[in-house]
């Protein structure tokens, strides 16, 4: 069964407490993403990678940081200096055939709530 | 980066209405891409649109690029209470999404 995994579904932290959300993706897609969204809000892009141990920033990449060591996995760490971090986190991947423009295949999302 | 922005922001029909979102950008987009997130879900991606002037239907969603390739709209006709949810818009090179139009559809 292919397709984008995250966990976990909701996640609880202390503030000041670095917490990494996990994205696994078995499509065989070189293009991985992380997306942000507030209620009422788009989706604002936090990082994106086009390969493997390669990334770039996004719009709002302050307070986060990624890794890529491998294709199929992209986790994300929200850090104690992201000043509003709870979220609903959203993970993507696409072919890259052409970037971005590619259909984007989201993952089921983490909804991360510091306390 | 290229602004889109979506309107409007929600929208609240009786089910069999007619509904509309409209999505513009200040700058040609090279492609236009739709989706549709429900209540608790994921985006999920209907349709992309690359070409000016295009038109493309799904069943009783009708989507549209504008000739200059500045707006699209997504047309949904005779709404069902499996409309409900969010419709986003994500156009341009580094795919920037508008902030959505929320449906409600009352039976």
């Known amino acids: 069964d292919g397709g984008i995994t995250q966990s976990p579904k909701y996640l609880f932290r202390k503030e000041g407490q670095n917490v990494t959300l996990s994205c696994e993706q078995n499509l065989n897609h070189d293009a991985m993403y992380w997306y942000r969204q507030d209620p009422g809000q788009g989706l604002r892009l936090i990082y994106y990678?086009?390969?493997?141990?390669?990334?770039q920033k996004g719009d709002i990449a302050e307070g986060y940081s990624v890794s890529r060591e491998k294709k199929e996995s992209f986790p994300l760490t929200v850090t104690s200096a992201q000043k509003n971090p709870t979220a609903f986190y959203l993970c993507a991947s696409s072919p890259l055939t052409s970037f971005f423009t590619d259909t984007q295949y989201f993952g089921p999302g983490t909804r991360l709530t510091v306390l | 980066g290229q602004q889109v922005m979506q309107i409007p922001q929600y929208q609240h029909v009786q089910e069999g209405e007619d509904f509309t979102t409209y999505c513009n950008s200040s700058t040609t987009l090279s492609n236009i891409q739709w989706y549709k997130q429900r209540p608790g879900g994921h985006p999920v991606f209907l349709i992309q649109l690359v070409k000016s002037g295009e038109v493309k239907k799904q069943k009783r969603l009708t989507f549209q690029f504008g000739e200059a390739k500045k707006n699209s709209s997504l047309h949904i006709t005779a709404t069902q209470t499996t409309d409900v949810g969010t419709y986003f818009c994500?156009?341009?090179?580094?795919?920037?999404f508008g902030k959505g139009t929320s449906l409600l559809v009352t039976p």
């Open positions: 994500a156009g341009g090179t580094a795919l920037n």
């Open positions: 990678s086009q390969i493997v141990n390669d990334f």
